[in-house]
């Protein structure tokens, strides 16, 4: 499996975002794309997963363009901003999300990532009865829920001081391992780089070398 990115390029009313962005993800591979608040980042996610479309440039998944089915079938997206539903408990997500995107539910699955991020005890909370770092950690297990072949993750440490961010991310890296995926993971803290392989940096819309 190989995530393309050729020649993207997006701008906002007028206003150039990002520019001329290329990259490429294959199986198992992570990959850190760092960047200060309003580099671009959440757009280039955004692009990558067919959830906002480039002006110029493509972006395929085994050389087929992306769109919502194969969105649904291989991408876990952990939001910047989580999205989860406020009307369900965490593990109703978690069966919500699986049923949406693979047609069926795992309770199996769901009972081991709440307990590998440390969550099991909170399955019943709703959202808004979880601290922020619990809400991140739920976002986390619902992306892996679906058993996606890319893992996406938008500033998923934000909530967490240094010591658990560096667990959170190496949790990430760990199980996407487990899952057999590839990891993307933006963020614009620094601290992060350590814990994976490979780092991109944004900066005024390009890839720095
Ligand atoms: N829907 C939109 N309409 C207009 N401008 C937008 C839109 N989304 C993002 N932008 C602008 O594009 C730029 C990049 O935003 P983006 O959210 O991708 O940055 P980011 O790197 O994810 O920032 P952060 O670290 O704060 O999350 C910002 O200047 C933002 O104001
Ligand atoms: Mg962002």
Known sequence: MMLTVRNLSKAYAGRQVLLDISLTLRSGEKMLLLGPSGSGKSTLLACLCG????????????????????????????????????????????????KLQTGRSDPALIAH???????????????????????????????????PAILVADEPTSALDQTNAAIVARLLA??????????IIATHDERLRPHVPRTLTLAEGRIAA
Do not use: C, M, W, Y
């Not at 440390?118 to 619990?134: D, W």
């Not at 760990?174 to 590839?182: N, S, Y």
């Open 51 to 98: 959830l906002a479309q480039p002006d110029t440039g493509k972006v395929t998944l085994d050389d087929a363009p992306i769109n919502d089915a194969i969105r649904r079938r291989h991408f876990g997206i952990v939001f910047q901003t989580l999205r989860l539903v406020s009307a369900l408990s965490l593990s109703a997500n978690l069966v919500l999300a699986q």
């Open 113 to 147: 990532l709440l307990e590998r991020l440390g969550i099991a005890g909170r399955a019943n909370a709703r959202p808004h009865q979880l601290s922020q770092g619990e809400a991140q950690r739920a976002a986390i297990a619902r992306a892996l829920a679906v058993r």
């Open 174 to 183: 760990d199980l996407a391992d487990e899952a057999g995926a590839a990891l």
